[in-house]
T-cell receptor, first 114, second 109 residues
């Protein structure tokens, strides 16, 4: 099973809302990632969790708050977002976060901020 | 200079054609090279994964790495309309995972 699942598939929220994106994998991977992808652009790394600890934060604004409750789950809490935050948010996982590892991506959550 | 360069296309070919997709990179420390396929409104799907220079074949897909030229390629033989997607190259160095900008491919029936 090489599946990474993400919910919801689509999300529309206002700038004052609080919402959460969820990601789950059952491959026994110990590293999980959040990416943001704008139209016709490659994914941009936001956060990396390795063994449930935040190991990389690519200077993402505090209105994005990641959480890793256990090795299979990764959340991204959203609060007071801006319209420019509208994008496809991708979750990925890999074995342990090492430099040579292949990342497996979920289908993404398409977020629209009004 | 970007770490990874990829022609965004778009590339349009007739069904059955051989497709060649390419990326160049600047950092000789890159060791692992991947190709992802991304359909519209979907997450990237891993197609091929290579480490050393040379060719790796999987069905209709062949990945080629030339570390001396810092150049990687993905060849698709007997292209099908279902191959229409954006193809992203990616490579790793240290803790970083670098993507190309993606090449948009359309295979016309």
């Amino acid at each position: 099973d090489t599946e990474v699942t993400q919910t919801p598939k689509h999300l529309v929220m206002g700038m004052t809302n609080k919402k959460s994106l969820k990601c789950e994998q059952h491959m026994g991977h110990r590293a999980m990632y959040w990416y943001k992808q704008k139209a016709k652009k490659p994914p941009e790394l936001m956060f990396v969790y390795s063994y449930e600890k935040l190991s990389i934060n690519e200077s993402v604004p505090s209105r994005f708050s990641p959480e890793c409750p256990n090795s299979s789950l990764l959340n991204l809490h959203l609060h007071a977002l801006q319209p420019e935050d509208s994008a496809l948010y991708l979750c990925a996982s890999s074995q342990s976060g090492g430099p040579q590892e292949t990342q497996y991506f979920g289908p993404g959550t398409r977020l629209l901020v009004l | 200079q970007k770490e990874v360069e990829q022609d965004p296309g778009p590339l349009s070919v007739p069904e059955g054609a051989i497709v060649s997709l390419n990326c160049t990179y600047s950092n000789s420390a890159f060791q692992y090279f991947m190709w992802y396929r991304q359909y519209s409104r979907k997450g990237p799907e891993l197609l091929m994964y290579t480490y050393s220079s040379g060719n790796k074949e999987d069905g209709r897909f062949t990945a080629q790495v030339d570390k001396s030229s810092k150049y990687i390629s993905l060849f698709i033989r007997d292209s099908q309309p279902s191959d229409s997607a954006t193809y992203l190259c990616a490579m790793t160095y240290g803790n970083q995972f670098y993507f190309g900008t993606g090449t948009s491919l359309t295979v016309i029936p």
